[in-house]
């Protein structure tokens, strides 16, 4: 997909279209031309992802109907509007009626340029903004976020369908960097609550005071409703929960007392807790500084993410994947690990996990860019303990030897682009053997064309 912004051209004078156009195509613009409303609007679909720069006056559909018909589309889609000498009260009317902005004739075509640069920015934040609310509402697509095939994470996923189900109150423990606040959003978008209100509050980020009026607010506070109305039907997500005050916690028991109608005084609440603690295990019994009744009720249902030194060859895959997305950013290739290397990062402790591998993967981009070679140097810190540990007995030789070759496969795959004899060659494989092992390890074909 080209990177240049993408601008549609609607004027009924060709001369000053095609002007136009050549003028935004030499300052990086891809300029499509149309000749009339009517024809603009068979191209133009919601989620359109470029600027529309429209003539006000054109016979039949003119540039105002134009702009109506295409708010009633995507009311965020920027739209510039061409004026006359005389139409400025008219293209005052425009930018009531929600037109990006309009520039007069004669103009500046290094103006119109910048401005359509300027909307095309906007646009694109706009569209990453959707597509971001589209992906945290897919449970499936979230469900292929946890990326990885070890024992560990196929039971996880299960137990995350299991639990949406469910639909009781949740505690989603493990350390730091282990994914919690992404099972939270698949929880939400895999159950019976898809599609309502997800409401996300960082206990440990807010005082007392303010944490207990983000959450329950004043009773008659004006705008902006609290957290725990504005999660009714939905889900309330409550990060680092056990951070809560007393006051808070007693507020809240008091809330949920309401949800499961053991308070008949109170009007009921419909809502889902899903509370997230690299502090609190899952365990039977309260830590002090949380009230027992709330603690029990809060992990009624339980769900423990797992470090990622537990999780085999995931680590090496989620290097590759992390790598090859850096490198494309960056615009270089990806660093090619050695047998040595590969049993460095499957053995390491990770204290930060997935995201501690993720910042090792992008610094390995950036020494593969500056033309050095290694990744050890990578995996020790200067302020900390090295995290290379010894070699451990813990798995047995084979785990080691099938995580190797799944890279080297994964690795000559990618570089070929799914070229199975170019593969069999880099290799020195036979195609049977070649498949037989891509099966073995979940390496599809299709996925690296």
Request: glycine content about 6%.
């Amino acid at each position: 997909m080209s990177d240049k912004t993408l601008v549609s051209i609607v004027d009924d004078e060709a001369d000053m279209r095609g002007s136009i156009a050549q003028w935004l195509n030499l300052s990086g613009c891809q300029a499509e031309t149309y000749g009339s409303a009517e024809e603009v609007l068979k191209v133009v679909k919601a989620d359109y992802p470029g600027v529309i720069v429209s003539d006000i006056r054109m016979p039949g559909m003119d540039g105002m109907a134009l702009l109506r018909r295409l708010q009633s589309l995507d009311p965020a889609l920027p739209v510039i509007l061409i004026t006359g000498h005389g139409d400025v009260a008219l293209a005052v009317e425009a930018m009531r009626v929600g037109a990006y902005d309009f520039i007069e004739k004669p103009f500046d075509p290094e103006r119109l340029a910048d401005l359509v640069k300027r909307a095309a920015a906007t646009r694109r934040l706009t569209i990453d903004n959707r597509n971001l609310r589209r992906e945290m509402s897919d449970g499936t697509m979230l469900l292929r976020k946890l990326a990885g095939n070890s024992q560990v994470i196929e039971r996880l996923r299960e137990s995350i369908l299991d639990t949406a189900q469910a639909d009781g109150h949740v505690l989603i423990s493990g350390e730091t960097g282990t994914g919690k606040s992404l099972i939270a959003h698949a929880l939400h978008a895999c159950g019976p609550r898809k599609g309502k209100p997800f409401v996300h509050i960082n206990c440990s980020s807010l005082s007392g005071d303010a944490l207990e009026l983000a959450l329950f607010g004043p009773s008659d506070m004006p705008g902006d409703l609290p957290a725990i109305e504005r999660s009714h039907e939905g889900t309330l997500c409550l990060e680092n929960f056990e951070a809560m005050s007393d006051a808070t916690q007693a507020r809240l028991a008091t809330e949920l007392g309401r949800a499961n109608g053991a308070d008949t005084s109170l009007a009921p609440r419909n809502l889902r807790v899903i509370s997230i603690s690299s502090q609190v295990s899952s365990t039977s019994e309260a830590p002090e500084e949380m009230r027992e009744d709330l603690f029990f009720r809060l992990t009624a249902l339980q769900l423990t993410t797992p470090p990622l030194r537990e999780r085999g060859e995931d680590i090496l895959m989620l290097f590759n994947r992390f790598c090859a997305r850096f490198a494309e950013d960056y615009g270089c290739d990806a660093p090619e690990l050695s047998a040595e290397e590969a049993a460095q990062l499957i053995q390491s402790r990770w204290p930060g996990n997935i995201r501690q591998l993720m910042n090792v993967a992008e610094r390995a981009v950036l020494q593969k860019r500056r033309g050095e070679e290694g990744i050890s140097n990578l995996l020790k810190d200067e302020d900390t303990p090295p995290i290379l540990p010894e070699i451990s007995v813990e798995k047995p030789l084979r785990e080691h030897v099938e995580a190797f070759e799944k890279m080297l496969i994964d690795n000559a795959l990618r570089r070929n682009r799914g070229a199975v004899s170019s593969v069999m060659t880099e290799l020195a494989l036979p195609r049977r053997t070649l498949n037989e092992k891509m099966a073995k390890y979940g390496l599809v074909r299709a996925e690296y064309l």
